[in-house]
């Protein structure tokens, strides 16, 4: 499937910024087999002092702005063209808990796609010991790894609420899963802890979603959304897999990539600091349209 997408990110200062520095990852990537950039172009108004972009440890497009010159605003624009492959899900060759164990541990690459950078810890999420115990609970009945993180997938799905005032982008995983609610990145953030918690090798994805509008109705723009699901490492036959916990469903051809990381903090969209007082309102506008 092909697919233009056009994203446009909107900061209105209180008060004029003097100065700035940013790291903004937005831009989708080649994933091979998966998706292919055709083309991608990323612009800033005001444009900034300095540009520069490269990639970073986990394969993600990032780019670098400095500003110099006073502004009250900010946008970020991105125009890209992605074909993504319809491709179906693998069949489950994953091993059980314990033989997924022995093959980490027989696993000797730190590459960037090596499991071993996504069993600890990372800097948005911790293991919960009431989560690793949900999880446990949930897939008390599974025989392999991509049993179980489906299972955990759908049991997301299940048991919490979408709610998006309930969280903000600095709430924490035990803090949605004792809410039980929150948005795509908490329920992603809940999954890897989870998955974490009992072994498995789980990471963080950013992307665009695609949604259809209802039979009959139009499609509104900039009715599409940034979204967050999960990664998780099924085994060395079969690799990385990817799990929506927000729709119940392992990603397909509606899922385009930004990139990934460990957690949020490793592809969030935009990140850095300003020399400004006050606060800001942003604004977020994303189309992805099926090119036929």
């Given at each position: ?20 520095r ?20 990323l ?17 993600n ?14 946008d ?41 950078h ?51 982008v ?9 809410l ?19 072994g ?8 665009f979603l ?13 009715a599409d959304?940034?979204h ?56 977020q ?8």
């Amino acid at each position: 499937m092909l697919y233009d997408i056009r994203l446009e990110l909107t900061y209105d200062y209180d008060a004029t910024v003097h100065g700035g520095r940013h790291l903004i990852r937005v831009a989708p990537i080649t994933v091979p087999g998966v998706q292919r950039v055709v083309a991608s172009s990323l612009s800033f108004e005001p444009r900034p002092q300095r540009e520069s972009t490269f990639t970073d440890f986990f394969g993600n497009s990032a780019t670098a702005v400095t500003y110099v010159e006073p502004h009250d605003r900010l946008d970020v624009r991105l125009t890209a063209r992605v074909q993504v492959e319809d491709i179906h899900p693998p069949a489950d060759l994953s091993p059980s808990l314990q033989g997924l164990n022995r093959e980490v541990s027989r696993y000797w690459s730190v590459e960037p796609d090596s499991p071993h950078h996504f069993l600890a810890a990372s800097p948005r999420v911790q293991t919960v010991p009431a989560i690793t115990d949900y999880v446990e609970a949930v897939i008390a009945d599974t025989q392999s790894v991509m049993a179980a993180a489906t299972a955990l997938c759908m049991a997301i799905h299940r048991d919490f609420a979408y709610d998006p005032k309930a969280t903000d982008v600095e709430t924490k995983p035990a803090e949605a899963f004792a809410l039980r609610k929150g948005v795509c990145q908490d329920f992603a953030h809940v999954m890897i802890a989870g998955l974490r918690g009992v072994g498995i090798p789980a990471g963080y994805v950013s992307g665009f979603l695609r949604t259809n509008p209802p039979k009959g109705k139009p499609r509104l723009e900039g009715a599409d959304a940034m979204h967050a699901w999960v990664r998780a490492w099924c085994g060395q036959h079969i690799g990385w897999v990817e799990f929506d916990p927000t729709n119940a469903m392992i990603a397909g051809p509606d899922h385009i990539s930004i990139g990934h990381g460990r957690d949020y903090a490793d592809i969030s969209p935009i990140v850095g600091v300003l020399k400004t007082h006050g606060s800001h309102e942003t604004k977020q506008s994303v189309d992805v349209l099926r090119v036929e």
